[in-house]
């Protein structure tokens, strides 16, 4: 858990400034006066980059929270059924 914390700070507050257009992108917005234009591309270019790694860490969250809750309710079915046979074993030998 303290890793995760730590992941997590170190990701907020270390982010670099990043420059995402391509080469020809850079060229024609690098021509105009006001670079508001090209900030705004750029922007929009590092918003779409991100949302794939959104998605796939949301679903890989998804995966390890069903997979932990499979084996909390085998592990419970597996204790009930041991359960039941030592309750019929128990019947058997007093019957």
Excluded: W
Excluded at 7 to 22: D, H, R, Y
Excluded at 24 to 31: H, I, N, T
Excluded at 33 to 46: H, Y
Excluded at 51 to 71: N, S
């Amino acid at each position: 858990m303290k890793h995760k914390i730590v992941f997590i700070l170190f990701s907020l507050f270390f982010v670099l400034k990043t420059s995402a257009q391509c080469a020809m992108c850079r060229a024609v917005l690098e021509s105009e006066e006001g670079q508001a234009t090209a900030q705004s591309i750029n922007d929009g270019i590092v918003y779409l980059m991100a949302i794939p790694y959104i998605l796939v860490a949301g679903m890989g969250v998804f995966y390890i929270q069903k997979i932990q809750y499979f084996k909390k309710i085998t592990k419970f079915f597996y204790k009930f059924v041991t359960f039941l046979c030592e309750l019929s074993l128990i019947k058997k030998q007093y019957s």
